[in-house]
Structures are given as C-alpha cells and as structure tokens.
C-alpha cells in the first residue's frame, strides 16, 4: 500500500509560480511512476507531468510544456512540480498518483493505482 500526501498549492497572480511536492510513504516499487493530475470544475480530471521512477522518462500534456517541470527526490521518495508562468487556465486542484510496474508514467488516470488527496491551486487574472 502506498499513501500520496500533496502539498503546496495556493492562491497567486497570473504570470507567478508555485511548487508543488507530493511525498510517497508505505510500500514502493524500483519501477514505479508518478503523475500530477489536475480537474477544474466541471471538467475531466487532466493529466499535467509523470515521471517513471527506473527510466526517469518524463511526460508533460502540451499547455505546460516549458512553464512546469516534474522531478523527484529519490531519497524523499518525494517527486515535485515546479510551476511557472501560471495561467488562470491553469486553476484547479492537482492530484499526485502513483502505478506500480511502470516503465513510462501513463497519462490515464485509470492507470493509477494510488492517490493523494489533492490541493488547490488558484491563478487570478
């Protein structure tokens, strides 16, 4: 069993960053991925950045590309978002996941075997 606790998020103004970090306890896996996902209201849940863990492939959805980055502490067991340039588009509350037996990180949500609790992130105009 593996618990995701995000942490991070916050209220900031069009064009500022936040940092978001999800830390992994329990049981872990040597090829595990990790994934942020986000959902506004009324919308699908949308897959933001993985990463895999062994093959340290990384996948970003194109509207972040070049304003988040996905990386990971392997001693922390902890892989983190960097967000920059935010946009009000961007407002919703972003999940971390987690799979077992993952070369590249899915960007499924039914892929994911493990959630956090997710935590709010709001971009004002």
């Known amino acids: 069993q593996v618990q995701l606790a995000e942490s991070g998020g916050g209220l900031v103004q069009a064009g500022g960053s936040l940092r978001l970090s999800c830390a992994a306890s329990?049981?872990?896996?040597?090829?595990?991925?990790m994934a942020w996902f986000r959902q506004a209201p009324g919308k699908e849940r949308e897959f933001v950045a993985g990463?895999?863990?062994?093959?340290?492939?990384?996948y970003y959805t194109d509207s972040v590309k070049g304003r988040f980055t996905i990386s990971k502490d392997n001693t922390k067991n902890t892989v983190y978002l960097q967000m920059n340039t935010l946009k009000p588009e961007d407002t919703g509350r972003y999940y971390c996941a987690a799979r077992g037996s993952a070369s590249v990180p899915a960007r499924r949500a039914e892929d994911y075997d493990y959630w956090g609790q997710g935590t709010q992130v709001t971009v004002s105009s």
């Open positions: 329990g049981r872990t896996f040597s090829n595990f991925a």
């Open positions: 990463i895999a863990w062994f093959t340290k492939i990384i």
